[in-house]
């Protein structure tokens, strides 16, 4: 059962607008190139950039939390190195957030934006190698598009794929197969990847990323129509490779036996 890719994403900020890739290097036992590089603490989080751990998701500004999140549009130029965000009635902000000044202008910005749906003080935080993962081992996400369209189908609803803010989408593969895949290694175009698991979805899925408003209950969807709360899968790479639309994604071989 070979699938594949339809569509390549990153999240450079956590919680903030998809950019679609017209292609990716992934390397062994590394993250999605330019994903989740930065987060915006919702108030102290007590993350220390000089000693980087894991931290909770709620921690940040989350669509999870604060839905107004996706009413910026944001994107990454990579040739000037400046994040552009914008949004009605707040304008429009260019910052370079590895600088101090910058990631206070993008803070600035973002706390007229979000107003008093946000706990505050709102702090852009990085530091050098770390990733704001919603899972502390969740390298990868692939998204299996079979999967949503059999969810539209069960509620009778169309649902935006980019709900839930994977890296690669992919098409061709069996509705639900990929949640029985935990341990084994698929190619993902150049590159091979290990399953890690399921990716249990959250409320930040119930968020429609266009208009910005909680509109769907798809946590509840999935487990009344299927007894889990999963919609894609994490992957950790093991054998770095390119990947673009329209490579190959080659489902596990059958298990013998």
Avoid at 26 to 39: E, H, M, N, Q, V
Avoid at 104 to 122: N, V
Avoid at 178 to 188: A, S
């Amino acid at each position: 059962m070979s699938g594949q890719i339809a569509a390549l994403y990153r999240h450079p900020v956590k919680g903030f607008t998809p950019e679609r890739l017209s292609r990716a290097e992934l390397s062994a036992g590394a993250p999605f190139p330019g994903d989740r590089l930065y987060a915006v603490e919702n108030g102290p989080s007590g993350f220390d950039p000089t000693a980087p751990a894991f931290t909770p998701k709620q921690k940040f500004t989350v669509l999870a939390a604060i839905p107004a999140v996706a009413k910026a549009r944001t994107r990454l130029d990579e040739a000037t190195g400046l994040f552009h965000a914008e949004a009605a009635g707040v304008g429009a902000v260019s910052a370079d957030l590895t600088d101090e000044a910058g990631r206070a202008a993008l803070a600035e910005w973002l706390t007229r934006l979000l107003g008093e749906a946000a706990a505050g003080p709102l702090k852009v935080v990085h530091a050098e190698g770390h990733r704001f993962m919603d899972h502390p081992r969740g390298d990868v996400s692939i998204v299996n598009l079979a999967s949503v369209r059999d969810l539209e189908q069960k509620i009778g609803r169309p649902i935006d794929p980019l709900r839930f803010r994977a890296n690669i989408y992919v098409d061709g593969w069996a509705p639900w197969a990929e949640n029985q895949w935990t341990g084994r290694e698929l190619m993902v175009g150049w590159a091979r990847a290990r399953v890690f698991k399921p990716i249990v979805r959250c409320a930040a899925t119930h968020v429609d990323p266009q208009t910005a408003e909680r509109d769907l209950d798809v946590v509840k969807a999935l487990y009344d129509n299927y007894g889990h709360m999963f919609c894609g899968i994490y992957v950790h790479v093991v054998a770095g490779g390119s990947v673009n639309p329209g490579d190959a994604c080659t489902a596990p071989a059958a298990k013998e036996g």
